[in-house]
């Protein structure tokens, strides 16, 4: 499988590495040394998702990782996973996962 990932894994090894930083694709890109439309196309076509989606579900697999095995509080997960606040942070793990952080 990373054979089929290999255009876009520099993009995925950074989302990996910085899941709460604002990336916008332009910059992923970048990374890929792709034009942006081009890349979104290839990273659907590797991944099944969106670059969008893929950060997204990564940031909630990661948050949901804390809230199981650390003592930190909804509000500091939600920052470290670049959700900006609970409220939000609280809707998109409830629609992901189908359960609330807390």
Do not use: W
Request: net charge positive; aromatic share 10%.
């Amino acid at each position: 499988t990373m054979r089929v990932l290999e255009p876009v894994l520099p993009a995925i090894r950074f989302i990996e590495s910085n899941p709460a930083a604002p990336l916008s694709n332009r910059e992923l890109a970048q990374r890929c040394h792709m034009s942006e439309s081009y890349f979104i196309r290839r990273f659907h076509e590797c991944v099944q998702q969106t670059p969008k989606q893929y950060l997204l579900e990564r940031r909630v697999q990661i948050a949901a990782q804390q809230l199981l095995f650390s003592n930190h509080s909804i509000d500091r997960i939600a920052a470290e996973t670049g959700f900006g606040n609970r409220f939000y942070f609280s809707r998109i793990f409830a629609q992901k996962t189908g359960v609330t952080p807390a």
